[in-house]
């Protein structure tokens, strides 16, 4: 026999659904541009996988056009120079993951460390600065201090040496890893160090006073207390880092190195050969394939990352 519910029963459950939606209504309404912008952004354009399996014709159309299966994605495995792009797309990212954590930790800890609210604002507004700057600018800046004939280097400092001659930096590869490695940390580490330093403002300054009173030191402070606190939100980070490690910045390996020649074999990473490519065939069917192979790489690494940490910490794991 079913059960019965009384009617005053059910008009308090509306009543309360009622109240719960007037009540949370106004953060409805504010998550309403961002949900709009990430489908317009993010999902709708998912659409577009198609064009990695076909052979692109303006004239029939995006669905009109012929199918190819995988021969788009053909064409970062059979060039010859597969192996370079990759390699320096992987050891570039891998490098800048690594050390690039590090510094921004450095930096957050150090920030944590004054106590004037001036100094600190000051501090933070010029470490972040770098990051607002358009990588266009900067190449420009680079050029000025590494041009052949009126870079500031090779006109001021390298005379300073008894060098004379000066150094062709763009058609010297050897240099270009240190000096893309530089600009990279130059520009990300101090908005990168942003997320550690408020989850530095979180921690309880009761620990460190307790610590004191132990006699710990400051560096044993820091590896005692800090980083283990600040343990969830690096492997976070990093699994994030981790997803986009088939992708490289492409202002920075494209727009600072000015796409030289020469410095192919250190410059050289997946999106500029990809554009190059683009540029010279206009083939789009093989930049979806690219950027369609990128992604499902970062899923994968990501989800193999996430899987590793779940063994190490559960509670450390994103999902």
């Not at 998912?46 to 399996?53: C, N, R, S, V």
């Not at 460390?113 to 900067?138: D, F, G």
Request: proline share 3%; no cysteine; charged share 15%.
């Amino acid at each position: 026999m079913a059960q019965v519910v009384p009617i005053d029963v059910v008009e308090g459950g509306r009543r309360k659904k009622t109240s719960q939606i007037r009540k949370y209504a106004p953060l409805l309404i504010m998550m309403i541009p961002g949900l709009l912008y990430l489908l317009i952004n993010n999902y709708l354009p998912m659409a577009g996988i198609i064009i990695a399996f076909k052979k692109i014709n303006f004239a029939k159309g995006i669905f009109g056009s012929d199918w190819i299966g995988f021969d788009n994605f053909t064409y970062l495995f059979k060039t010859s120079d597969a192996y370079i792009i990759t390699r320096n797309t992987i050891l570039y990212n891998v490098f800048f993951i690594t050390v690039g954590t590090v510094l921004a930790l450095a930096t957050a800890i150090l920030l944590n460390e004054i106590r004037k609210k001036l100094l600190l604002r000051t501090y933070q507004a010029i470490i972040t600065l770098p990051h607002l700057i358009s990588m266009v600018i900067v190449s420009y800046l680079v050029y000025a201090m590494l041009g052949a004939e009126s870079g500031f280097i090779n006109r001021t400092v390298l005379p300073w040496f008894g060098i004379e001659d000066g150094i062709m930096f763009y058609s010297e590869a050897k240099y270009w890893p240190v000096i893309l490695s530089i600009i990279s940390f130059w520009k990300s580490t101090g908005f990168s160090s942003i997320v550690y330093f408020a989850a530095l403002m979180g921690i309880s300054e009761e620990y460190y006073e307790a610590a004191r009173m132990d006699g710990a030191s400051r560096l044993q402070q820091i590896f005692k207390i800090t980083l283990p606190i600040l343990m969830p939100v690096i492997i976070m980070l990093t699994l994030l880092s981790v997803g986009r490690i088939f992708y490289s910045d492409f202002g920075l390996f494209y727009q600072v190195p000015l796409n030289a020649g020469p410095l192919f074999n250190t410059t050289a990473t997946i999106d500029t050969y990809v554009f190059n490519g683009l540029l010279g065939s206009g083939d789009l069917g093989m930049t979806a394939a690219a950027g369609l192979y990128q992604s499902i790489v970062g899923f994968v690494l990501i989800i193999i990352a996430n899987y590793s940490v779940r063994l190490y910490n559960k509670d450390n794991a994103l999902f």
